[in-house]
């Protein structure tokens, strides 16, 4: 697992960190990192031309010393400083020193094969200003076009939600410091990181992370293993109720994902029985929720419908004590409050898989630019564990911890591929994995999925199912 800190916990750590090393020892560290990754990004750092845009706090300080670094290994540095009389002194100097150029004026003609962004790092309000923003958009559009380093964020983006409140760097790569932090992996902003690489300079935060990122080796942790002992109820039996006549696709692709998924058995309730059977013949399946036998966890939406079987089977579901995933029309049913007194009475897990439009009908409003904090404030307000669907889905908990999922890919923003990552979420709830694990696998493991998919061509929701087993082989032992 890795940790996303907030502003206000890296300068805790950092001001923790300064006290025990000499003055200076953190940004030289920084610079040193920075000028190290900026290297390789060059083919040659020798003659290469170095543009540093220099913003007026310690972001720009870092900037100046990576490009005094480059300039003594024979970079061509040019500083652009955007607040002249508040350059970083010392870093200012030490350009000079190394043979660096200083500017105060924005030309069009300043050369460039890379560009370093320390207009402004984690003491950034607002989204860029001028002249910063005619600059960066000069060089957004310039051709060739420069490679863009942001230094510790890309400039413009609110650091601990990751919004973008304005005018704001793209960057190809972002070197981070001591830490990640939340614009670099959730939100509109983290697309502008580009490719974060973090550059540790001895920092340890003690607060608790604002979000978590699972890695391969945690999904591998939290998966079930097999043993000699295992049988198909010991594994768990997980009960699907989604699909109908009219939407037999989703009960197909739903019942896909947590034939993936480590249960072992699954269990269909639904109108789209038949379809289920063909596609599925190891699924034992009835006609409603209440005809079905036991079973660990249950799905109810996508593709049921909100006619009256469709409420029975929601009722039924929730009345149960299991673990439970609703996901699509479950979740447009809830909105009008029939089950209000359902969701209420019950203790055991819930998750609720919703993407922005079925978030916003959630929530009285969608998910807006604080995408952690809006999936947090709705797994508070539902005792729910809130998987908001996106680019970078979160994981948000009641309890107030936030997960993104790193694997997430454009490839899997095409119709059903939903399905499959809620049957795989069941699956996982009914096997026993704690909700939170579940979902944060669950999305995992589907990303990476949407990943297998896309190497073969354009993606759809069978392909992801599929690629499922695959992506799932890959991780577990
Ligand atoms: N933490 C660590 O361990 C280490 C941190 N280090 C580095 O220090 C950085 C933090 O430095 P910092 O605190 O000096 O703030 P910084 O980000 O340079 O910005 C402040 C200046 O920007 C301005 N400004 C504000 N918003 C703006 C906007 N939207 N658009 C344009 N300008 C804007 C603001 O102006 P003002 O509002 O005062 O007019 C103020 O002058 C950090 O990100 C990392 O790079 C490393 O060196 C070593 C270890
Ligand atoms: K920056």
Redesign the pocket.
């Known amino acids: 697992m890795r940790g996303v800190w907030r ?1 206000a916990d ?2 805790s ?2 001001e923790t ?2 006290r025990e090393v000499p003055d200076g020892t ?2 030289q ?3 040193a990192g920075l000028a190290r990754r900026c290297a390789l990004l060059l083919d040659r750092v020798y003659g290469a031309r170095v543009l540093l845009l220099v ?9 100046l ?1 990576a490009g005094a670094l480059l300039a003594r290994r024979g970079a061509h540095v040019t500083a652009l400083l ?2 002249p009389d ?1 350059a ?1 002194p010392a870093g200012l100097t030490a350009l000079r020193r190394s043979g660096g150029r200083v500017r105060t004026r924005w030309d069009e003609r300043l050369p460039a094969d890379l560009v370093m962004d ?12 001028e002249p ?1 923003i005619g600059i960066v958009e000069a060089l957004a559009v310039r051709a060739p076009r420069p490679i863009m380093v942001a ?3 890309p ?2 983006v609110d ?1 601990d939600t990751g919004a973008v ?2 005018a704001a760097v793209t960057a190809d790569v972002t070197v ?3 830490c990640l932090k939340p614009a670099l992996v959730a939100g509109p902003a983290a697309p502008l990181a580009g490719h974060v690489e973090l550059v540790d ?1 001895g ?1 340890a935060p003690q607060a608790a992370p604002a979000l978590r990122i699972a890695g391969a080796a945690d999904v591998a942790e939290w998966w079930p293993r097999l043993t000699a002992g295992s049988e198909k109820y010991t594994r768990g039996v997980v009960g699907i109720a989604t699909g109908s006549h009219t939407y037999p696709g989703a009960a197909v692709l739903s019942t896909a994902g947590a034939l993936a998924g480590p249960t072992g058995m699954v269990r269909y309730a639904g109108t789209a029985r038949a379809e289920v059977l063909r596609a599925h013949p190891s699924v034992v399946a009835a006609d409603s929720v209440a005809g079905t036998g036991r079973v660990q966890a249950w799905l109810c939406g996508s593709g049921i419908g909100t006619d009256e079987d469709a409420r029975t089977a929601l009722h039924d579901v929730l009345g149960t004590d299991l673990p439970v995933v609703l996901d699509a029309d479950a979740l447009t049913m809830l909105v009008d409050g029939s089950s209000a007194d359902r969701l209420r009475d019950r203790d055991a897990p819930l998750v609720i898989t919703p993407h922005d439009r079925e978030f916003a009908r959630l929530a009285g409003g969608g998910p807006g630019s604080d995408r952690v904090g809006a999936a947090l404030a709705l797994a508070a307000r539902m005792h729910a564990v809130v998987l908001l669907k996106g680019d970078r889905t979160i994981v948000a908990a009641p309890d107030g911890t936030a997960w993104v999922n790193p694997t997430g890919t454009a490839a899997l923003a095409t119709g059903g591929t939903g399905d499959v990552l809620a049957g795989l979420l069941a699956s996982l709830l009914a096997a026993g994995v704690d909700p939170v694990r579940s979902a944060v696998t669950a999305a995992y493991l589907h990303g990476l999925a949407g990943r297998v998919a896309a190497e073969h061509g354009p993606v759809t929701a069978p392909d992801v199912a599929v690629a499922l087993r695959e992506a799932v082989a890959s991780i577990i032992p």
């Not at 913003?55 to 900037?63: E, V």
């Not at 320390?118 to 200003?129: E, K, P």
């Open positions: 502003v890296v300068r750590a950092e960190l300064m953190l940004m560290r920084a610079a913003g007026a706090g310690n972001n720009g300080g870092d900037a010393f955007l607040s508040r970083h320390g207009i402004v790092g984690i003491g950034a309000t607002g989204g860029l200003r910063a230094v510790d964020v400039s413009g650091v409140p304005g981070t410091f001591g300079i920092i």
